[in-house]
Structure formats: C-alpha cells, structure tokens
C-alpha cells in the first residue's frame, strides 16, 4: 500500500465517523488545504469504484454551475436515465411510478429536482432504504456564488421539511478561503493532511525499487522541507548536507543551488545572519549566469535582505533580478521586481523613485502578452499612477488602462501588499 493509498484509508475510518455526528444534517463539508481537499476529492472518487463494498451510494457531480434554476435540472436529467434503466430492468410485473412533482409546489430554485428523484429511489427499493445516498458537488466552474448558496439552502430546507436524513449533499472547500457561506444545516470537519510528511513517504516508497542516487537526493529534499515546516532545524541542516553531496555526484549544479536556497531559508529562520549571507554568495559563484535560476536567487536574496532592514542592497538586488529578466524576456517578473522597488519608496519624500519604478513597471506590462497583464499586478499599478497623474498624461494612462482591462480596471491602492518574494 502506498502513502496516498493509506491516507484514503484513514479518511475512510475518518469519515465513518464524521457521518456519526452528522445524522441529522442534510449536508457534510470537508474543509482543507487544497492538497487535502484533493485527498478527499480521490476518496469520494474510490467510494464509487466497484471494489468498494460499501452499501451506501456516492453521486459525483462537476457540472459547472450556471444558474440555480439550471444546475438542478441536469441532476434531474442524469437521475432520469438511471431511473428508466432501472424500470426497464425489472423482471417482475412491478411497475415502477413516474417521478411526477405536484404542480401546486413551488420553489426559489430547482434544488428539488436532484432531491425528489433520490427520495423516490429509495422508497421503490427496498434493499436502498437503510443505504446512505450521497451527492457529492464540485461544479468546475460557479457563474454566481450568491445563486449556489441558495440552491445548496433549499436542499438543506427541503431535507429538513420532509425528514430526509439518508440523502446528505457533500461539499469540500479550503479552510480559509470559504466558498459557500457558514450554515447552521451542514455538519463540517477540518481535513488535516501533513502534505510534507506525505511527500516524504510517498519519496520513500518510490525509491525503494529505484534506489538511486536521484531518488536519494529527492528524498533529502522533501525531508528536508519536512523538517523546515516543524522547526527542526538541526535534523533540516543534516538532510540538505546530505542533498548537497549527492548533487555533486550527480554533478547536476540546479539541484545544489536548490539544496543551498533551502539552507540558506533555514539559517534565515534560525537568526543566522552571516552563515545565509555566505550561503547566498556561494549560491551567486555558482549559478548560471542570465538563467532564470539566478534571477529567482536575486530575488530571494532581496527578501533576506529586506528581512535585515538593508533596504538600499535590496533595492539592488531585485534591480538586478529585474535587469535579468527583462533581458530573457520575462517582462512579467521584470514587471514584480521593479514593482517591489517601488513599494520601497512610497514615502512623499521618495515620490520621484517610487513614480521611476511604477513607470518601469508599465513599460514591462507593455510587452507582456494579454493573459500575462491579466494575471500580474499592472492593474494595481495603473491605478496608482492615476492617483500621480494629470492632464494628458493621465487621460493617456486611463485609454491604455481600459484597452488591457475595459471599464472596472481600477483596483484600491491602500495598503499594497508587496508580492511573494522567498
């Protein structure tokens, strides 16, 4: 059994028991980091499978949602298939009834379209009454989140109206970052998944046939990240030593620099000042020169420095990163580089470097492709210059602005949030 396989395991043992405390709740949501609500996604997955020997029946939906009075009614069609199959199946003279709705019922949203077909499953088969039936949503793609509350609501309320509790909906969401908001009807639980220590393992399982020098250095590493997000940086250092003398005899130069950014990450963590700052300059002899490696380097070596309050070799550092990357034609980092610089200076004291920046920052946005402006920070930049601007200057920047952006290109400028830079 390997490590992934073993988690689907314990989320089975897991689930067992959330569903104990769920009973009367028409709805279960896992909540997680992504890795983990992956995890769960792959669990709802095998519950279908058919060496699955549970008796309880798992629906999967990705259906993009488009509306509450559509999402519905391509449950409602897909239920229809199956139900007719099933009439069509029957070798007795029994006689299976339509699934025809009272039309007195109304209802905001066409959430009952996916219940009722379920709840008359049940009461025509026997065998099915003491099965759970579970639903389990993850729409690809939602038109309008206020629209999808609503529809998952009157589930919940139709649930509850009719005394249904062996027909759950499921959802799954990051912990954080919810998508549907809080309700009273569903019953939650915190998915909690160590994806390092899971890395590790499934890093250990592989190289147990393969068992060469490769697999060896990649175990180091993710040992290494493991030990990282613990605090165990000692057992940290001795896994990245190890990593480094195997890239050597790999004689594979990325991985080395690869291994020493952790190290130096570790020292950094550690108020080892001087042993990261020797690390980084080991880093800069020995990385290829104009690569996208070394800018990457450049642009963590600001961060340290940063870190140090040594904001004049900071501003160096990411004007180096930008330099290099606008050379390779990575206008998008070129782009957050001069940005970073910018956001050092803003301060009325320092307006005309703050401006020099965000200008460079335009010009980089200028070359870059339609999609590349769209997933960068140019918005934000734009509107900080048209807070700077006036007369032509700033009636050229809107034009340009709403060409990349249409109208709503505007973004608050309060408190920027400098981007990630380690």
Not at 62 to 75: A, D, T, V
Not at 94 to 106: D, I, M, R
Not at 372 to 377: A, D, I, T
């Amino acid at each position: 059994m390997n490590p992934v396989e073993l988690e689907l395991v314990k989320l089975k043992y897991r689930w067992k028991k959330e569903l104990l405390q769920s009973q009367s709740s028409p709805m279960i949501i896992c909540r997680g980091e992504k890795h983990e609500t992956d995890i769960f996604d792959g669990f709802m997955k095998s519950r279908m499978s058919e060496e699955n020997e549970d008796e309880d029946i798992y629906l999967i939906h990705y259906q993009n949602f488009e509306g509450k009075n559509s999402f519905g009614e391509h449950l409602w069609e897909e239920w229809s298939q199956v139900y007719q199959a099933f009439k069509e199946d029957q070798q007795s003279e029994f006689t299976l009834p339509n699934w025809a709705l009272k039309k007195e019922e109304v209802y905001a949203t066409d959430a009952y379209k996916a219940l009722l077909p379920l709840i008359h499953l049940q009461e025509h088969f026997p065998e099915l009454q003491a099965s759970y039936i579970f639903l389990y949503i993850a729409p690809l793609r939602i038109s309008d989140l206020s629209e999808l509350a609503q529809w998952v609501d009157d589930w919940c309320h139709l649930c509850k109206k009719l005394e249904i509790e062996h027909i759950k909906l499921v959802w799954s969401e990051h912990h954080n970052f919810k998508t549907l908001p809080s309700t009273s009807f569903a019953h939650s639980f915190r998915l909690a998944i160590d994806v390092h220590e899971l890395m590790e393992n499934t890093a250990a399982h592989t190289n147990r046939t393969k068992n060469s020098v490769d697999t060896d250095f990649q175990q180091q590493i993710l040992s290494a990240s493991n030990h990282l997000s613990k605090k165990r940086f000692r057992e940290a250092e001795l896994s990245l030593g190890k990593a480094i003398k195997l890239s050597s005899e790999l004689n594979n130069k990325e991985a080395g620099i690869a291994a020493y950014s952790l190290l130096a990450q570790a020292h950094v963590a550690q108020r080892k000042k001087d042993k990261a700052e020797d690390v980084y300059q080991k880093i800069f002899r020995e990385v290829e020169k104009g690569s996208a490696l070394e800018i990457q380097m450049y642009m963590n070596y600001g961060g340290f420095l940063l870190g140090e309050g040594h904001k004049g070799k900071a501003e160096g550092s990411f004007l180096q990163a930008a330099d290099l990357a606008k050379a390779r034609g990575d206008y998008a980092i070129a782009l957050e580089c001069y940005r970073t610089v910018g956001i050092l200076y803003d301060s009325l004291l320092s307006r005309s470097r703050m401006l020099e920046m965000y200008q460079q920052s335009l010009e980089m946005g200028r070359l870059m492709s339609s999609q590349q402006r769209q997933e960068s920070s140019l918005r934000y930049i734009g509107s900080v210059l048209s807070e700077k601007y006036s007369g032509k200057q700033y009636w050229d920047l809107e034009q340009e602005m709403h060409s990349y952006f249409g109208d709503a290109w505007k973004v608050s400028t309060k408190r920027p949030k400098a981007p990630s830079i380690i």
